[in-house]
């Protein structure tokens, strides 16, 4: 849909996807985004075509814009076609006044309001793109230290001739020895060709010339394979990214007068009014220079994009490094060819990635990344981790013969090694332990480039899937893992940590472990010295100053809070019972989640991970006073891993989760009396004009559908996570830890995910509802998974919950479960817990009013019923009924009831632990079966044969039912819906 900027438009909503400026094309309309989220779009390719659609088809975000912001500028500023295309990327609301470029001035001298909210607008942008350009050039800078670590860490064999390039510190040859072949005895030697670069150049040809400067320094000693290339500090020797960090990305515009020109829009606009009605010039002078900043900064992004994209083919692309990997892979073990990797050769003809990078980073990726950049370095020397990829944590000691676990970007464990010759994970540096840091890191990328560009590079590049697909197979076919865990990244003796920010230094590799997991440094490495790993923690100095400065609440807002921290700070007893205490926390608590709203919506345009203010929009940490320097130094560890993964199970930090609810992706979630926020709106529009303004009215736009979750549902579930009102206190401080360490605390979302998928391999019916499946010839009841989203709450509590089994009224949604980010009990069995509670909420939600029936209630209906009537039910014994007594007397519902019978039948029957009594086993082999392979070997015991007999005639229904289906699309040549096919799958696997 393409938007008219002929029509003056106020406040009007309009839908995802809309078209509101096209490169190339004049705009004659001055679009305010007052809601929503939109993209700014660049043309890749040669020659700009003539239909929209084809723009946007070869088009890639080069930037966000968020609620607030103004389009179509740069027509204005340079009386030429519109440099960029902007298309929106949620549900947004906008206002459009129709104007000539020679008219503007006089618009805005007669509408101020207009003038003072498109000054204000494209300050904000600024700031967007200024911070936007500091996370494009960390991306890159991954990208180009994985294809440096690459370059560095091939075998002698694969170098190519670097006679031509030969390092200026090693000593000069005698002439004729360094005479080249061109040279003409008595003439001058010719120009000696260009050092080859990482954007131009073959592999083997730059890894020559990398490895030649590197084997100069004295501190440098390169091995074939090593994975702790990946901690740049060989690249930093090199001083490869110079141009990046010695030109931050303020210097790209004039800042101090920005800071000014800032500073002025910022006055109330009765001043601005009464300044710009009395002068003109200056009023259209700081719009244009403001105009003229955007510009710059928008180019520079642009160029920097296209950097990042080239490199990005250059690494995973057809013809790409990646792909060149295998042919060099054995070549440092010898001869053999790892288990389950095929020995390939290069790709045939040129090596190199199509295209090169358009505005090479030493002009645009010029700067570094500062503590609000993505990921910002924060190893410590101990073993801590800087913008790792995923799986890399603080976790795991690497000290001697200890080794650490890591996981997978899917969240599986993995082997600790794989066998065949030079493919030693546990040994010395090897192909496939590098491999298998490759991977990782490149999924680091891959997460960030989804959110800054909007691309994913695990589809669209075919380097990528091989890279993945390499890794599993050789795990696979050791024989250490089944092939269902396939996509298992590999268990290694030594852990990954990321690539820092720009110029950042990491101090050693870290493993991923389990929670608790000790700190720890690299087999064979020291780890640094303390001095070193606090130095890190710089950035952390006046944090709350640094908070509420960034979110500019206001000096009595900001006094208010600093002093109630302060407060806090002194409290011997944080969760004292006192009336003192009570109000001090509560006070904290609804300012707390003031300035989370505020923060989280100044960043929902760029990146969620920025230093600041993400330590507290994902952690809670509002001050580094409140925790001790070893935990800071846990904590830093922890920020710079992924907080967000997919798969197999849906696991995020609150702003993740915030940012669903932003783009419309899933609904506000209803609070604690099941109001939801469609139901507020009817509510508020059926209100007499009277009665409106006294409560807190809301809009249907993105901004309200997130201030919507912050005041009334983030407080409640904050105080029922924490456990009880004592401990209700959203911000992280030492005493809310209750004495536990933070690494054995933090739930790490892969291995939160995997614990959750473990019981999902037991009870692999587990998010199964039952849909209704519309098709051509009619429709058709069919069972759908749908896995719930699983959140983590910033700050510490000792309770989870399962707050909603579905989003809204549909059915085939996903529910929402709420975890405390740092988790102060059992885990295993909280989680089970809520899950059980999950799927006793889906029965009762699928069987509607008859949930308590034994025949249309499904499980529900068929638990209650057992339990109803326990007593003259022939199947129990005396003793059984007895036992069901005292349990009904113990418990205090029938969900809670059903949680602690389903953690028994997963934890305990699952491995031949008799515990339930007949009928609740029927009941839980009926409706909870275990997967197949497990169901037959327990058929083996008459226990269970009977059970499984019945189980089986029902499946079998099923099946002979949905075959008649599946004949009638055959007849009819129609393709069988996918949940049809997926239902079958369930039926038959």
């Known amino acids: 849909m393409l938007f008219d900027p002929a029509q003056a438009l106020n406040h009007q909503s309009i839908p995802p996807g809309t078209i509101l400026t096209i490169q190339g094309r004049p705009n004659r309309a001055l679009i305010l985004l007052h809601s929503g989220l939109a993209e700014l779009l660049a043309f890749s390719g040669e020659e700009l075509p003539i239909r929209p659609e084809q723009i946007m088809e070869q088009s890639h975000r080069v930037g966000l814009l968020k609620g607030e912001s103004v389009c179509g500028v740069s027509s204005f500023t340079r009386d030429e076609p519109e440099q960029w295309s902007i298309r929106t990327v949620s549900e947004c609301i906008i206002s459009s006044t129709p104007v000539e470029s020679q008219e503007l001035l006089e618009t805005f001298q007669k509408n101020m309001a207009l003038n003072l909210q498109v000054l204000r607008a494209l300050r904000q942008r600024i700031d967007s793109a200024l911070f936007l350009a500091k ?26 001739d670097v006679r031509a390039f030969e390092s200026p510190q090693e000593p000069p040859q005698p002439e004729e020895e360094s005479q080249s072949p061109g040279t003409v005895h008595g003439g001058q030697s010719p120009e000696p060709p260009e050092k080859p670069t990482r954007e131009t150049s073959p592999l083997g040809e730059y890894a020559a010339y990398l490895q030649g400067r590197a084997r100069a320094l004295e501190s440098v000693n390169l091995e074939p394979w090593d994975p702790n290339l990946f901690l740049d500090r060989v690249q930093e020797a090199l001083e490869l990214y110079g141009d990046l960090d010695d030109h931050p990305v303020e210097n790209m515009i004039d800042y101090p007068q920005y800071l000014f020109l800032k500073r002025l829009i910022a006055k109330d ?75 390939e050769g290069p790709p045939a003809g040129d090596q190199s990635a199509s295209g090169t990078a358009s505005g090479t980073a030493s002009g645009t990726a ?43 970007p899917d969240g599986s464990n993995a082997p600790q090694s794989v066998g065949g010759a030079g493919y030693s994970l546990s040994g010395e540096p090897s192909y496939g332990r590098f491999l298998t840091y490759l991977q990782r890191f490149s999924w680091r990328c891959r997460v960030d480039g989804l959110k800054l560009l909007g691309r994913d590079i695990s589809r669209d590049y075919p380097g990528f899937k091989h890279l993945t697909s390499r890794t599993a197979s050789a795990a696979t076919a050791s024989g250490l893992l089944s092939a269902g865990a396939a996509g298992a990244e590999l268990r290694t003796g030594a852990g990954a940590a990321g690539v820092g920010a720009p110029g950042a230094r990491v101090g050693a590799v870290a493993g991923v472990g389990a929670p608790g997991a000790r700190v720890g440094a690299v087999a064979g490495e020291s780890g640094g010295g303390t001095s070193d790993r606090l130095g890190r923690l710089d950035k952390y100095n006046g944090l709350l100053a640094q908070l509420l400065g960034f979110a500019e609440m206001g000096s009595d807002f900001n006094r208010e809070f600093t002093e109630l921290i302060q407060r806090l700070a002194g409290m011997e007893d944080v969760f004292s019972s006192t009336k003192e205490a009570q109000q001090l926390r509560s006070q904290i608590s609804s300012r707390y989640w003031k300035l989370y709203e505020r923060c989280f919506l100044k960043v929902i345009d760029s990146d969620l991970k920025g230093f600041i203010p993400g330590i507290m929009l994902h952690l809670g940490l509002v001050d580094e006073t409140l925790v001790t320097r070893e935990e800071l130094i846990e904590l830093d560890a922890l920020y710079s891993q992924v907080l967000s993964l997919e798969q197999p199970v849906p696991v995020m930090t609150l702003p993740y989760f915030l940012e669903k609810i932003y783009t419309g992706t899933v609904q506000p979630s209803i609070t604690e009396m099941g109001e939801g926020f469609a139901e507020t709106l009817r509510k508020q529009r059926k209100q007499p004009q009277g009665k409106r303004g006294k409560q807190k009215e809301y809009q249907d736009t993105p901004e309200d ?75 058709d009841l069919v069972k759908k998974s749908v896995a719930p989203n699983i959140v983590l709450y910033p700050g510490a509590g000792s309770r989870m919950m399962m707050w909603q089994e579905i989003d809204g009224t549909k059915k085939d949604t996903p529910g929402r479960i709420m975890v405390p980010a740092f988790f102060a009990g059992q885990a295993d069995q909280a989680i089970t817990h809520v899950l059980a509670h999950l799927r006793w909420e889906l029965s009762r939600v699928v069987a509607g009013p008859n949930w308590m029936d034994a025949v249309e209630g499904g499980l529900s209906g068929a638990y209650y019923d ?123 696997g």
């Open 866 to 988: 057992y339990l109803a009537f326990y007593k003259k039910n022939p199947h129990l014994s005396s003793a059984h009924k007895e036992k069901i007594k005292d349990f009904i007397g113990k418990t205090r519902t029938e969900r809670e009831r059903f949680a602690l019978d389903y953690y028994t039948w997963v934890m305990h029957e699952y491995e031949d632990k008799v515990r339930l009594n007949p009928v609740a086993r029927d009941i839980f082999y009926r409706f909870c079966p275990f997967p197949k392979e497990r169901r037959q070997e327990m058929a083996k015991r008459p226990l269970f044969s009977d059970l499984d007999m019945k189980y089986n005639n029902r499946t079998r229904k099923e099946i002979l039912k949905l075959e008649s289906r599946f004949k009638r699309f055959e007849k009819a040549e129609k393709p069988v819906p996918e949940d049809m096919q997926a239902y079958m799958d369930y039926l038959t």
């Open 705 to 779: 559908r997130v201030r919507w979750e912050l005041s009334l549902i983030a407080p409640q579930l904050s105080r029922l996570l924490a456990g009880g009102r004592n401990h209700a206190l959203p911000v992280l401080c030492s005493q809310s830890l209750q004495g536990g360490r933070i690494s054995g605390l933090f739930q790490d979302p892969h291995s939160l995910s995997s614990r959750i998928e473990a019981v999902h391999q037991r009870d692999f019916t587990l998010f199964h509802r039952e849909t209704v499946c519309r098709h051509h010839f009619g429709s």
């Open 135 to 160: 996370n494009y050039r960390y991306l890159w800078h991954k990208l180009a230290s994985i294809a440096d670590s690459i370059a560095l860490a091939l075998p002698p064999q694969a170098l190519g």
């Open 366 to 408: 010029s700067g570094t990344a500062s503590g609000t950049a993505s990921g910002t370095a924060s190893g410590t020397a101990s073993g801590t981790a800087s913008g790792t990829a995923p799986g890399a944590s603080v976790a795991g000691s690497m000290a001697g013969s200890e080794s650490g676990s890591s996981v997978s």
């Open 269 to 343: 606009d009765k001043t601005l009014a009464g300044i710009f009605s009395q002068d003109e010039p200056s009023n259209f002078y700081v719009f244009q220079l403001l105009s003229q900043y955007l510009a710059t900064l928008l180019t520079a992004n642009r160029d920097l994009v296209q950097a990042i994209l080239d490199l990005t083919s250059r690494l995973y692309g057809p013809r790409g490094w990646v792909l060149e990997l295998d042919h060099y892979g054995f070549m440092a073990s010898g001869p053999g060819t790892p288990p389950g990797i095929a020995a």
